[in-house]
């Protein structure tokens, strides 16, 4: 086979070894637009894993590697005059000229041909596809093979908002480091590791109005290193800042929708990007040398193979993109935890941030750190809770008590309000009997209910649980009294109106509109169909309005007669109160509509209207979306604005999720895709928050927790498969939870544990 690589980096010198080595009868060249020994930036960054994978694919090469790097197992982040450390973490450092020397020797060893020098343009690039079984494009993030391929491949190349600089420093850090710096122009991020003895990477990072406040975006090269010895001076104790090419710039994440067109394959940055925040763009571009060699090799022709490498590396790509993309977010979005979180769990957050690393793989790799954490987070759920908590050794974060009002829960669990649609005129069934009391019993501390419609003609579906009937009461009470009877959990009624969402087939019958024989009238804040085909809701008056308000009130005060511990409202989802915050379906030009004042209006005065009905001592709750997953729809400044009134309005605790409004939303989905939303909330309007959204195990609960993203975890599916999910949870965890005495036989059992 003929190979030609555009770019002579990692990515492109690595598949040319791997290929020579699988077949020396393979031809190989690197045309390279540089000098050999043209290098930018300073050192990269490999985990231990990822060196066994390097080992794995050329032994030559990797004990090379290994001969040349600095190991640390450290992070030290520095933080309002502290310093966290946590070990355990398996780092390696290096320069990233000496990377390119072994690479380069490495393919001159097994009979790669190198053009250096030499500059490819579009003309060029076409003969290369004629005269080459593959073309290769490894060509950077600047890419001009993914420039000429567009069309097929449809790039998107975003630049993120934050700036950085990628300077190098004599100063021999001992462990990955954080610095997080204020100055009067703002805080500065460093992000600092040793790849030489005498040599280290200092990548300095703000955002874009901290560039622009401190006069660095009128500075040269020269400047840059004066302004950053100034700013870091005490920690660089008389070292000195390097540069080589140390332009600030905005980092961009490429994603393309193909990889690969005809006989030309991309590979490393000229196809796709993760931040610099979760480790070194180098092994991601090796990594993907290594799936197309391996796809080469394994199918024998180009044809079949670049299929095949794409749809082999593409998940784990995505996968570290979706890591990246949260990590930058956290770095973009510094400010919201600078100050407001305390030194311990500050640094806790900033190590879970990617989600790669939870609270398990922390206890693992640093038992201290961790028994710190849970140590401290105890100690804060007994202020906020009033209760002691007894234990010889701090629980996990997920086993600690939380008090809303007066209630108290004796764990961070719940069970999501989830629509079982088996309700005969609104009436709850021996199903909801089954499904809610075997759900406490499974050990969760909250159990909602599902939406629960407070008006016949609010109903989603004909079989949606109601409270619209006195007799309603009757049908929840049983249910609520076997929870207190049987199991410590407490239980929550979520009162909603289906709006414009309303009268539809369930969904195993296919969810479509109902039929007009057997629909019923529906209502909006505008006359918008959530579908095509669908309704259209009639436009509600005030009068409409002050109907809603008094259902949702007496609906509430029957919630208080049944026994249940919590109300929440439903404002989310696109059902009627939810309508009135997004744009997308409240188009309205009274003062119920417009700016999100008058969007959160009504909602409002739902929510002061039941609070005035409810106990003292009875929390409430409203779910929110946080987004619509739509272009043009509610923002995270309306969100915050939207959580602070209802808070200020009588709601003690806001339950984010997101999406729903609009049947064209596209959610981005992954682990804990919503709580991000929940955090923001938390944090920037200063009110308690629940979280959903693919939570899948113990370990993202204690981590979700530990860093602060949310107060308590609400679960759906998870507790769908397993009911007795946070009893396992415990039990996984050497956490004792109380039995029923019914159940006292099952601790003589012990059960398959997995994490």
């Known amino acids: 086979m003929r190979i030609v690589s555009v770019g002579g980096g990692p990515a492109g010198l690595y598949l040319a070894i791997l290929m020579k080595k699988a077949d020396p009868r393979h031809e190989v060249t690197i045309v390279e637009r540089n000098r050999p020994d043209d290098t930018f930036g300073f050192g990269v960054v490999f985990s231990d894993a990822t060196l066994g994978t390097f080992a794995a694919a050329d032994r030559e090469s990797h004990d090379a590697i290994r001969a040349r790097f600095a190991h640390w197992d450290d992070i030290d982040i520095h933080y309002r005059g502290e310093v966290i450390t946590s070990t355990g973490h398996g780092f390696a450092g290096m320069s990233r000229r000496a990377l390119l020397d072994i690479l380069t020797s490495r393919a001159r060893e097994l009979g790669v041909e190198f053009r250096f020098q030499t500059e490819i343009g579009e003309d060029e690039l076409r003969r290369l596809e004629r005269d080459y079984d593959l073309v290769v494009g490894a060509d950077g993030v600047n890419s001009l093979v993914r420039r000429v391929l567009a069309p097929e491949i449809a790039p998107r190349v975003e630049p993120r908002p934050n700036r950085f600089v990628w300077l190098g420093t004599t100063f021999p850090f001992g462990a990955f480091t954080f610095y997080f710096k ?78 690969w067109r005809g006989n030309v394959a991309l590979v490393g940055d000229a196809v796709h990007t993760a931040h610099f925040s979760i480790g070194s763009g180098t092994k991601l571009a090796m990594e993907g040398a290594i799936a197309l060699a391996g796809a080469l090799t394994a199918h024998g022709t180009v044809a079949a193979a670049l299929p095949a490498y794409e749809a082999a590396h593409r998940p784990a790509v995505e996968a570290l993109q ?77 086993f600690t008590p939380f008090k809303l009002r007066g209630l108290v829960l004796s764990n961070r669990v719940g069970v999501s309000p989830m629509c079982q649609y088996s309700a005969d005129d609104g009436m709850p069934s021996d199903w909801h009997l089954v499904h809610l009391g075997s759900r406490a019993l499974g050990g969760a501390a909250l159990v909602m209910a599902e939406m629960t419609d407070v008006d016949r003609d609010g109903r989603i579906t004909p079989g949606c649980a109601g409270m619209y009937t006195r007799a309603h009461v009757d049908g929840w009470r049983r249910i609520v009294e076997f929870v207190h009877r049987f199991s410590p959990a407490k239980i929550g009624m979520q009162l909603a109106h289906a709006g414009r969402k309303g009268a539809t087939e369930v969904p195993w019958k296919g969810g479509a509109a109902l039929p007009p024989s057997s629909a019923w009238p529906i209502v909006g804040p505008s006359p918008i169909a959530f579908r095509a085909g669908d309704q259209v809701p009639r436009e509600m008056t005030p009068a409409d309005m002050a ?127 919503q709580t991000p939303f929940a955090e923001r909330v938390r944090l920037d309007a200063g009110v308690p928050t629940m979280t959903v959204g693919n939570i899948s195990s113990w370990s993202d609960i204690n981590s979700v927790l530990a860093a602060g993203r949310a107060d308590l975890c609400l679960m759906a599916r998870m507790h769908l498969y397993d009911p007795y999910f946070t009893r396992h949870a415990a039990y996984e965890q050497g956490f004792e939870l109380p039995w029923p005495p019914q159940y006292d036989l099952a601790r003589t059992v012990t059960p398959h544990r997995n994490k």
């Open 547 to 673: 109907a809603v308000r008094d259902e949702f009130v007496r609906s509430a005060r029957w919630a208080v007669e049944a026994g249940f511990d919590l109300v929440e409202l439903h404002a989310a989802h696109g059902y009627l109160l939810g309508s009135f915050l997004s744009p997308l379906s409240n188009r309205r030009g009274d003062a119920y509509g417009g700016e999100v004042a008058g969007r959160v209006r009504f909602p409002l005065e739902v929510v002061e209207a039941v609070r005035a009905v409810l106990p003292d001592a009875m929390p409430l709750s409203v779910r929110i979306s946080a987004s619509d997953w739509a272009p043009g729809g509610i923002t995270h400044a309306d969100v915050v604005a939207i959580a602070r009134a209802l808070h200020q309005g009588g709601a003690d605790i806001i339950d984010v999720s997101a999406g729903g409004t609009v049947a064209e939303g596209r959610p981005t989905g992954g682990r804990l895709y």
């Open 322 to 398: 979706r890591a990246a993309q949260v990590s930058l977010s956290w770095f973009e979005e510094t400010e919201r935890y600078f100050g407001r979180l305390q030194p311990l769990q500050f640094a806790f957050s900033l190590l879970t941030r990617s989600l790669r690393i939870t609270h398990e793989n922390l206890k693992e790799r640093d038992p201290a750190l961790i028994a710190r954490v849970d140590d401290w987070f105890a100690r804060q759920a007994e202020k906020q809770s009033g209760v002691t908590i007894v234990a010889k050794t701090p629980p996990p974060p997920m």
């Open 182 to 259: 204020p100055s009067e122009a703002g805080l500065f991020r460093v992000h600092a590791y040793r790849y030489a003895p005498d040599q280290s990477t200092f990548i300095v990072e703000c955002t874009d109005e901290t560039f622009r406040k401190s006069g660095l975006d009128e500075t040269n090269e020269d400047a840059t290193i004066a302004y950053c010895e100034r700013l870091f001076a005490d920690e660089l104790a008389g070292h000195k800042l390097l540069k080589n090419r140390s332009h600030w710039r905005q980092f961009p994440t490429v994603k393309c929708d193909r990889w």
